[in-house]
């Protein structure tokens, strides 16, 4: 809990939301039991919440059941948000383990946006402040993977959208090759990758999280290209991050289906 404590009567309020949630329907003293609170403060809670549309009475039953105006409380959480959440401890994990740092990167009006990071944690970390920053999608190891592992009609959009914005022609051709082979080896190795060019003093490796067909996010591992080659990178660490993305896709999928 924050410096500030908690504010008692939103802690049970919640509380008593979650249980009518998850049982869809039950009586003030059932409440009671489940949540560990007093009878007649549940009954003040269940009221106030009647109020603002939360719940609602079935007098027949005497059952308290959520109304769709508490769905709205769910309605701005998407499936990003839910990735970063459920992402961390994967990425803290992950980072521990292989002690380079980490960063989770969604695409966000054509550019790769860093949501999540290790690098505070990362003994090996030169940069710090990175959650928030905004990355090129060509030049980033987790743009060219949300690229090469995206259906095939969004790769274009976003392509074609890319060449409008920086008045790129085909075939496009970076600084460690072009754009298409880099593609088609991400396809084949399970990863993306960046090798030269955008911040030479560091390689990177990335790996799609998936939802269905869809690249909600991807997990980057940035190490220093003075301390390891690409190939032994590869050689280390590309199965244990395929690993990780591929958990928290399962988790994903699972959530999906709740």
Not at 151 to 180: C, F, H, M, N, S
Not at 188 to 201: I, M, N, P, Q, T
Request: one cysteine or more; aromatic letters at 6%.
């Amino acid at each position: 809990m924050s410096g500030f404590g908690s504010v008692r009567a939103l802690e049970r309020g919640l509380q008593v939301l979650q249980a009518v949630n998850q049982r869809n329907g039950l009586k003030a003293a059932e409440i009671a039991v489940d949540t560990s609170i007093p009878r007649p403060t549940v009954y003040r809670l269940l009221e106030t919440l009647e109020g603002l549309g939360f719940v609602s009475r079935d007098h027949s039953s005497e059952k308290w059941r959520p109304t769709l105006q508490a769905k709205s409380l769910s309605s701005g959480f998407r499936d990003k948000d839910w990735v970063t959440q459920s992402a961390v401890p994967e990425m803290v994990r992950l980072g521990r383990e292989i002690l380079w740092p980490l960063d989770l990167v969604t695409f966000n009006d054509h550019q790769m946006e860093i949501r999540e990071s290790t690098h505070n944690i990362s003994p090996y970390s030169i940069d710090h402040g990175m959650v928030g920053l905004k990355l090129p999608v060509l030049d980033t190891s987790g743009g060219r993977t949300y690229l090469a592992f995206s259906p095939d009609k969004e790769r274009e959009r976003t392509l074609a959208g890319l060449e409008a914005q920086l008045g790129l022609k085909r075939p496009i051709v970076l600084q460690d090759g072009p754009l298409d082979y880099i593609l088609a080896q991400a396809r084949d190795l399970g990863v993306g990758y960046r090798k030269e060019g955008f911040r030479s003093a560091t390689k990177s490796m990335s790996a799609p999280i998936l939802s269905g067909d869809r690249v909600v996010a991807c997990l980057t591992i940035i190490w220093t290209a003075s301390a390891l080659s690409f190939d032994n990178a590869i050689e280390l660490y590309r199965s244990r991050l395929l690993k990780t993305t591929q958990r928290i896709s399962r988790a994903l999928a699972e959530h999906t289906c709740q």
